[in-house]
Every structure is written in C-alpha cells, then in structure tokens.
C-alpha cells in the first residue's frame, strides 16, 4: 500500500507545476511538469473520487498543466487539430468510450458465481473526461511545443532528466530496486521480472523496468540527435552523454530497448532528416497494421516462432504464448468488434467453471481494441500517426532540406513507441507530448511558415510562437 508521502507527492504536484511555470519560460515549464511527473510521482497509487477518474502520476501533471496555461497565464488552448483528419480521429478518441458504454449495459456471468457488472452512465462520463486528461500534453505540446527551440527543449530535457534518473538506477543495479518502496513505501511490481542475467533491472518510479529502459533509450537518441545537430557551446558534452547512456541503457538489461537503439542510433547520428521522417512513418504503420494482420492471420506466427525457437528456445515459449494469448484476446474482441467490452476486466477471457481470468494483456493494442473497440484503436493509434503522417507528407518535394533537426529524432521516438507498444503497453505521457510536437510543426510547414531566426537560437529566450493560419491539411 502507497504510505502518506506517496499521496502526499500526487496532491502537491500542482503546487509544483505552478512553481514551474511561474520560474520557466512557458515552454521549458510545460516539459518538466510534464516530464518530472512522469519520472517522480509515484506508480499505481491514485486518489478516487467518485464518478470521476482516477488522479495519478498521469492525469494530475496533465490537468495541472492545461488549467495553469489557460487560467493562470490566460493562453487560449486549440483543442482540435487543423485537418479533418486530426479533427475527426480526436472526436473519436474522446468520444467512443460514450459509445462503449451504451453497447455494454448488460452484466457478465462468470463461474464459481461471479459476475462482471455492466457499464452505467457515469461510467461514459468518467471516461471520457479520463481521455480528455490524457490527450492534454498532446493539446499543449501542439500548440506550445511546435518551434525549432522548443523541440530542442524536450530533447536537452530528455538528456538532463536521464543523466539524472541514472543515479537511483545505478543503485538499484547494485542494491536491488528498492527506490519506491524507501520513498513511497511498496514495491509497483513483481520483484522476479527485475532479475535478469545475474543483477537486476532498474524501475525506480515508473510501471516496470521495461519502462525505464525504453526512456534510457529515448534519452540516448536526444543526445545523439543533439551531438550531431546542436550549435550551442554545450554541444560538445552530448557525446560523452551519448556514451555514458548508452552504457547505461546495456545495464538495464532489456533486448528490446537495445535492438530499438541498435537500429536508431545510426540513423539519428548519419541519416537526413527525411530519410528519418519516413522511417518513422513506417514504423507506425507496421504498429497500425499488425492488429489487422494478426486479425487477418497473414502475419505468420508459427514461423515466427520456430525461427527463434532455433535461437532461443525460452524465449520462442514466451513468444508462442503470447501470440496464443493475443489470438484468444482477439477472438473476445471480435465478438464487439466496434467499440470493444469496455472496462472492469470484460475484455478478458474467464475459466467457465471457477471464473479464473485466463489471459493477460501486455500490449497496448490488445488492450484498446478489446476495451474499446476497432473504434477506439482507430482513434488513439491514428492519433499518434497522423503527425508522422503530415510532418512526413509537407517535407516532400525538396522542402525536407528546411526541416528543423529535431523534428525527425522526435518523430522516431513516437514511431518506435507505437511498436513497443505491440508487445507492450508503453503509452505514456511523453508519448503524447512527442507527438503533438510533431503535429504542430507539421501543420505550420503546411502552413508555409517557417520558426524565426529567434526561435530556432536556442538561446532567444521567450520568443513566443509563429501564429499559424487555418488552413485544411487533410
């Protein structure tokens, strides 16, 4: 159970975020409120009120941040993206759990007894207030974080915040990861699945060490991009940075964040800005695509699993339950196809004699789809491409040469995540604020507009925002 600091952290984070603002340009301060939440606060704890969504590390940082810049600072916030596209996929996203939970008023027997209740009015409500708390850092980051020098800010943050987080990682390798219960008094996790290779795997404050390597790998990649592309008299630190979290990133004993670095790392470091732009897109379509393979039985799994089988006959067993899972999760979803069995554990697949939960839910494509529906996968995991999408679509016909150099390492890091998050459900915060980044750099090359001299300088200071004119992209 999360101890009296633990909530107290949560309940004292918007205190902190005013500070921020207060102290920091608009910019900076959006980053590290949001940025800082997500690595401080504490995982799994909440406070519930009813007929309201829950208030943790995520939904606190972001409804802070979205009522200081609107109540605070007076800015006026564009909820909707310029395109039809990015308008109609954010209806979407916030609207189909209202739809969800008109298609599952009736309640679910389960064995030994038990049952599942089903959704009520309130329940909608709840949601869809929970979708718009997690869509904020989108919001902001799209019309906030759009500039040459404000996407430099996220990934010198990114770095800062990783060379930091190093320090109770490195103690945890040695000491066992014992961060969150010192502070916040229990364990988030299962202690085995820190155990790797003879030491442990770091987690800190985040869900899981996969997590915390994921972010490590992020935090490499911006020191990377910024190695190569920074003009400022700090650009000669980046590569000792890359070096040291790239070290780091092999100690935290995760394969799949090192296969995203080994694959990604010589692309920020030699390639163009749109060859990037276009790795990018197509990482997200593969994300985007694999359910509808999967549901298609074109991906083939078996083959799969008989190609590692011959290299790692322990993993090929995890990889031959995992697919058997997702096919089993798949078939649930498919009998809602549309807008998914919604919440409180109906989208899962129950033993028929003791009502035991027989599956598991690692990937947060299953998850969507099978909470929400075809509906609300559309909606989230479109929202996520459709700046990768635009950025990659106005930088074509040459204009890519103008592309500010932060725009493409960014635009990887949201396009990775989405594959990451086929085996794994690591949608976070920073996610959305990534991608709304890319979003509103997009629609302003769209637009024609280019960041001025005094944006683009890292060292310009408060220079506020081009405006952008309406204009319909897609």
Known sequence: MPNSLAYLALMSWPLIAVGLFMSLRLERALIWSILAAYLLLPPVAEIDFPLLPAFDKTTIPNVAALAICMLLLGRRVAWLPRSVAGRVLTVLFVASPAATVLTNGDYIALGGGGFLPGLRIHDALSAIMLQIMTLAPFILARQFLSTDAAQREILVAFVIAGLAYSIPMLTEMRLSPQTNVWIYGFFQHDFTQTVRYGGYRPIVFLPHGLWVAFFTMMCLLSAVALWRHDRSKWRRRFGPAAIYLGGLLVLCKSAAALVYAAFLVPV?????????????????????????????????????????????????????????????????????????????????????????????????????????????????????????????????????????PCVGPLALMVGINMVDMLPNATLTTLTWLMAGSVLGYAEAMAAGLRPSPAQADPAAGDAAPAAVRPRTIL
């Open 268 to 404: 920020v470091a030699v390639a163009g800005a749109r060859l990037q732009l276009t790795l990018a897109l197509a990482l997200a379509m593969t994300a985007v695509c694999y359910p509808l393979m999967r549901g298609a039985e074109i991906l083939p799994a078996d083959a799969i699993v008989s190609w590692v089988e011959e290299r790692d006959p322990q993993r090929a067993e995890s990889l031959d339950y995992r697919f058997g899972n997702e096919t089993v999760l798949l078939d649930k979803a498919w009998q809602k196809p549309f807008f998914g069995w919604g919440s409180w554990g109906r989208n899962h697949v129950y033993d028929p004699d003791t009502g035991r939960m027989t599956t598991v839910t690692d990937g947060r494509w299953i998850i969507v789809i099978g909470t929400l529906g075809w509906f609300g996968y559309f909606g989230e995991f479109g929202l996520l491409t459709l700046p990768l999408w635009l950025v990659w679509r106005a930088s074509a016909g040459g204009r890519g040469r103008d592309l500010a």
